[in-house]
């Protein structure tokens, strides 16, 4: 099989000349490239050149007008393009998943970029291609982004490509991490952010629809990200509404290690975790379902006052008590989660436990109201699809909160009405409850 080398506009110093579409950094495996003894030139911007390295060929000249040299325009190794169908049938390796990550600037996707290449999330023979959405504004931190995963010499990262728009980044995407959002602002209601973050995630939900895979698996991370996720797949009709995510998968872990400190156990020994409803203030962390060491948390923790109020109240705000200590909203542990939450999609559920996921409530068997997105318990045979369990309990205190949960994001449904293609949206939001960061 040949090798074959790009060779396009290089080097970091050119890098701010390039315009945003051009910002294509095509991947590589650096470490093949050496053991063939192939030296990479840095070359001037134009022409591009083609090789092979396999057979040594002479370099061709591609004309500048190429569109495929265009779409091409890279720097450093990133700009090294070459079929590497050769190891993966020596290596075993998979075929090249495509990952979308937006607000790929920003602290959370610094810290989950790095797991994703490094093959944490999807295990050490899977390469992956890594589009990077970002804003005008953050380009050139993209670009810093870029030279530290090259200078990391991941094997399995295989393309890195940056730019500002999603119709070009989520192209194939077989992932979309959707990270990027506005934060609320000093005296921005909370119907203003519903609507500027809901502009954002209604562009991208047209993005996916026109050009990402079919299957592709959509996690919502950026803020109201329940209801964001709800204006992204109504923006999508083509993708299955089953195959987007609000991430609550952060409030689970919150909740176990919680649980596991109070019964003075390690926080692998407490399972069955759901959360139910929205990533809010309102969100209710179920201890009636979960279990400690298998057997029901009420048995284990007999302070049923403290569950009712202070675990649930220290769930509920822990992500604002986290900005008070740090100045800044969870970030490392917010990655660590999109990685939990995907490898929860990716590999089969545990005999009777589950995991959280902000999922459309179409069909729900808990009587909750359809058309919503609504944090459930869900199972997975691994196939990145999920079922919800069936056999869970509810008593009045459950009941009584998951229905207030469930009032705020038909509220804020109904906020949001205009990105929704249900018309003209009309905010009344029972109370201002906040996002667990908003305190
Ligand atoms: C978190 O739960 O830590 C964040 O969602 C908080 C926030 O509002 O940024």
Redesign the pocket.
């Given at each position: 099989m040949a090798v074959v080398a790009q060779l396009s506009p290089s080097s970091y110093t050119e890098t701010t000349r390039l315009s945003s579409s051009q910002l294509s950094l095509s991947s590589t495996h650096l470490s093949s490239l050496r053991r063939r003894a192939f030296r990479p030139i840095i070359r001037p911007r134009n022409p591009t050149i083609s090789c092979s390295v396999n057979q040594v060929q002479a370099p061709v000249a591609v004309e500048q007008d190429d569109p495929k040299s265009k779409t091409n325009d890279c720097y450093g190794v990133f700009c090294l393009t070459y079929d590497l169908k050769a190891e993966e049938e020596t290596k075993s390796w998979k075929k090249m998943v495509n990952i979308a990550v937006s607000g790929a600037a920003g602290m959370i996707a610094n810290h989950l970029l790095f797991k994703l290449a490094a093959g944490e999330v999807l295990g050490p023979d899977q390469p992956i291609a890594l589009k990077l959405l970002g804003s005008e504004r953050s380009l050139q931190a993209l670009e810093g982004v870029a030279m530290e995963l090259e200078d990391s010499l991941f094997p399995l990262l295989r393309e890195v490509k940056i730019g500002i728009n999603p119709y070009e980044l989520f192209e194939d995407a077989e992932w979309a991490l959707l990270i990027g959002a506005k934060?609320?602002g000093p005296g921005m209601e909370r119907a203003g952010l519903l609507d500027i973050n809901g502009q954002i995630f209604a562009e991208q939900g047209k993005a996916l629809n026109a050009v990402a895979s079919r299957n592709v698996k959509v996690i919502v991370v950026g803020?109201p990200?329940n209801t964001n996720a709800l204006i992204c797949l109504k923006n999508a009709p083509s993708i299955p509404a089953k195959n987007f995510h609000a991430l609550t998968r952060?409030?689970e872990n919150?909740a176990k290690c919680q649980l596991a400190l109070k019964a003075g156990v390690f926080y692998d020994k407490v399972s069955n975790m759901t959360i139910w409803g929205n990533?809010s203030t309102t969100q209710v962390p179920d201890f009636l379902n979960a279990r400690i060491n298998g057997l029901p948390v009420k048995e284990i923790i007999k302070d049923h006052k403290w569950l009712e109020e202070g675990f649930t109240e220290t769930i509920q705000k822990?992500?604002?008590l986290?900005?008070k200590k740090w100045g800044r909203?969870?970030a490392a542990?917010?990655a660590v989660s999109i990685v939990d939450a995907m490898k929860s999609l990716v590999t089969p559920t545990p005999e009777g436990d589950w995991f959280s996921s902000g999922v459309y409530t179409n069909g729900n068997p808990y009587g909750i109201a359809e058309d919503i997105v609504f944090s459930m318990p869900c199972r997975s045979k691994g196939d990145g699809d999920y079922e919800l369990v069936k056999d869970v309990i509810f008593d009045d205190y459950l009941r009584k909160r998951i229905a207030k949960t469930e009032q705020e994001l038909l509220a804020e449904k109904k906020c949001v009405a205009h990105l929704t293609g249900e018309g003209i949206a009309f905010c009344d939001l029972p109370e201002d409850t906040?996002?667990?960061?908003?305190m």
């Open positions: 934060p609320r803020n990200c952060l409030d919150r990533h822990r992500g604002g986290l900005i909203s969870s542990s917010t906040m996002l667990p960061g908003e």
